[in-house]
C-alpha cells in the first residue's frame, strides 16, 4: 500500500518565510513603540510629581513669610525678582532672627531666613541662618529647571514691584527632562501664593 509522503514545496516554504518575518516584524515595532509610549508617560509622571513637590515645598515656606509675633513689622520679603526670592519669618517665635540651638541641631523652626533662586538649570533653595557667626546652606531642590519666574501682587491684585506691597507671589516653573529618543518632556506649573502673614 502507497502513501503520499509529499512535503511542502520551496514556494510554500518562501510564503511562510515570508509571512512570519511579516508578522515579527510588526511584533517587534509595536514592543518598540509600546516601549517609547511607556518610557515618555513615566518620564512626565516623574516631572510632573518632581514639578509639584518642588512647587508645594516653595509655596509652604513663601506662605510663612513675615510671620512675626511681636507684630513690630520687622519680618518679610527682602529681595523680590522675577528669579529669586528672599524672605525672612520667625519660625520659632521668639522675637528673633536666626538663632538656632546648637545643642539639638538645626531644624525647621530655625531656618528663619530663607530664599529660592533660579540658576538657569536648577531651582535653589538658599537657607541662610547665624549660628556662631553667619553660616549659608545651599541646595538643588529640582534640576533640569528651564524656567522659574516669581510675580509679585499688592493687596488690590496689582502687580508690584515696592517689598512693602507684595501680598501675593505667583511661581511659574518650567521643567524640561529627557525621555529617551522621542521628544523631551516639558511640563510647567503655576502656583498663586497668599502670603497670610503679610500686613493686609
Known amino acids: 500500500m502507497e502513501t503520499d509522503k509529499q512535503g511542502f514545496t520551496l514556494v510554500e516554504l518562501l510564503v511562510a518565510i515570508a509571512i512570519t518575518s511579516i508578522l515579527l516584524v510588526s511584533v517587534g515595532k509595536i514592543f518598540i513603540s509600546s516601549s517609547r509610549v511607556y518610557t515618555t508617560q513615566d518620564v512626565a509622571a516623574g516631572v510632573q510629581q518632581r514639578l509639584r513637590a518642588g512647587m508645594n515645598f516653595m509655596a509652604r515656606d513663601i506662605r510663612m513669610a513675615g510671620i512675626d509675633p511681636s507684630g513690630e513689622n520687622v ?22 532672627l536666626n538663632d538656632p540651638d546648637a545643642t539639638d541641631g538645626i531644624d525647621e523652626s530655625d531656618l528663619e531666613q530663607m530664599a529660592y533662586e533660579y540658576d538657569g538649570n536648577n531651582l535653589l533653595e538658599q537657607v541662610l541662618y547665624k549660628a556662631d557667626g553667619s553660616e549659608e546652606i545651599r541646595e538643588t531642590l529640582i534640576d533640569n529647571v528651564t524656567g522659574l519666574t516669581f510675580t ?12 512693602d506691597d507684595i501680598r501675593t507671589v505667583v511661581i511659574s516653573m518650567t521643567v524640561l527632562e529627557p525621555a529617551g529618543r522621542d521628544t523631551p518632556v516639558n511640563r510647567t506649573l503655576t502656583k498663586r501664593v497668599v502670603c497670610r502673614n503679610l500686613c493686609f
Open 75 to 96: 519680618f518679610g520679603i527682602e529681595v523680590a525678582s522675577a528669579q529669586n526670592i528672599q524672605f525672612t519669618a520667625d519660625r520659632n517665635l521668639d522675637g528673633d
Open 152 to 163: 509679585y501682587f499688592n493687596d488690590a491684585g496689582a502687580a508690584t514691584a515696592v517689598l
